[in-house]
């Protein structure tokens, strides 16, 4: 998961260059669930939903209550924020939103980048 984690990243770096602010919120998002993933694997915690599919809101909240107890409380605060950069990808994903550069960096950009930051030190 890795590996997926850090081509999705390239992919959103490219995208943004291109401002393809869409795909750009696609491809960091998934880079920062893969790399969820991939530290509950190393990490060996079980973030896999309750129904066996992949329902992200229940896996964000399955990995913060897992991992909070190692986070300061800004931190975990930092990782709620993965719900808002869920329904910006759904958004960016299957409605007709159109992102701008000012809209893909006050809506999606900090938040991300404080997110990747941290998953980063994990």
């Keep these: 998961m890795l590996d997926k984690s850090i081509r999705n990243y390239e992919a959103?770096?490219?995208?943004?260059?291109?401002?393809?602010?869409?795909?750009?919120?696609?491809?960091?998002?998934y880079c920062?669930?893969?790399?969820?993933?991939?530290?509950?694997?190393?990490?060996?915690?079980?973030?896999?939903?309750?129904?066996?599919?992949?329902c992200h809101k229940e896996t964000i909240d399955l990995f913060i209550g897992e991992i909070q107890s190692q986070l300061t409380n800004?931190?975990?605060?930092?990782?709620?924020?993965?719900?808002r950069l869920r329904s910006k990808r759904n958004n960016a994903d299957y409605r007709p939103i159109q992102y701008n550069g000012q809209k893909f960096n006050i809506e999606f950009k900090q938040t991300f980048t404080q997110i990747y930051n941290l998953?980063?030190?994990?």
């Excluded at 602010?21 to 696609?26: N, P, Q, W």
């Excluded at 800004?74 to 719900?83: I, P, R, T």
């Design 12 to 29: 959103g770096v490219w995208a943004e260059g291109k401002a393809y602010f869409d795909v750009a919120i696609s491809r960091y998002y």
């Design 32 to 54: 920062l669930y893969q790399r969820m993933i991939y530290i509950s694997t190393n990490k060996g915690f079980n973030i896999t939903s309750s129904n066996g599919y992949g």
């Design 74 to 83: 800004q931190q975990v605060g930092y990782l709620s924020g993965l719900h």
């Design 119 to 122: 998953l980063n030190t994990l």
